[in-house]
């Protein structure tokens, strides 16, 4: 029989925003030693925009941009979303492209005009060892210092242009960083992101260890990690790319608005998308079980 206090606190929860999937998850996560954030619709709202474009000479913004956008048009990432998006606003005609492809966290190839064409961020350059012209390389130090994501249009072994795409931070994610300190556990971002963007976010957030430029499948390694380090890990995401951190860990908490694999691989949901509901979910946890013991 499940105990009175466990369906309460359920109950409880559900009025709150959170939804228990597995009750193991809400018995457990009062003993956790370390809260790990997705950064990317996480912390942050993931709802991009395109605030920034440059091209080498004798490539102009709207082909660039149109290109990219043409590249892009077969993926669901929050980059390609805001690339089309933008193309859109701006009226721009998007070139023919075919055969897309993505690449797990990195970007997007596809053929134009008989040639391979790329759109992604660093791992990308990294895979097609492909160098910044200084010009480009510039535009980028600046962008990530504010925190902006930088992606690379790529063709013919050439970097021709780079986009910048602001994200927002949501405005609970300092808060919820302070309280989980004061509760006395340690918070940490895991991200795919670029480690100039992933730094200016812990710093800002106050968060103590970060992971930056982390392909999907190493985030749950990065959770193993942890936990062969004898810490009990809660793992706190959205994305496709999340869903095998948040079974791996202790308990898996998917934000809400995140994707339906992330919701489905996680034993809490935070139905309105508030990190600081993880506090409440932690609260919520050690006061039910030590009523019950
Ligand atoms: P996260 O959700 O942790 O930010 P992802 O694995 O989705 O990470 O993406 C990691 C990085 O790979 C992005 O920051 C970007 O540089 C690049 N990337 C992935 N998919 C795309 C895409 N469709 N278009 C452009 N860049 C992409
Ligand atoms: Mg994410």
Redesign the pocket.
Known sequence: AVPLVVTITTTLGARNGILIRDRLALEIVRQVDVVVF????TLTEGRFGIVGIKTVAGMDEASALALAAAI?SD?E????QA?RHTAHQRGLILPKISSFE???????RALYDGKEVY??????LEMLHLDLPEEIAAFTRAEEAKAR???YLCADSQVWAAFAVADTLRPQSREAVQRLHQMGIEVAM?????LA?AKAVAEDLGIDRFYA????ED?ERKIAELQSQGKRVAMVGD?V??APALVRADVGIAIGAGTDVAIESAGIILIHSNPLDVVSVITLSRASYRKMI
């Not at 990432?77 to 390609?80: K, P, Q, R």
């Not at 759109?119 to 990308?124: A, E, H, K, Q």
């Open positions: 997705d950064k990317t619709g892009e993926s990432h929050l980059i390609a690339l993505a690449i797990k966290g990195r970007g997007v759109v992604g961020g660093p791992r990308l994501t930088v992606v895991l991200t795919g992101d670029s963007v430029e982390v392909l999907p985030k994305g790319n999340d």
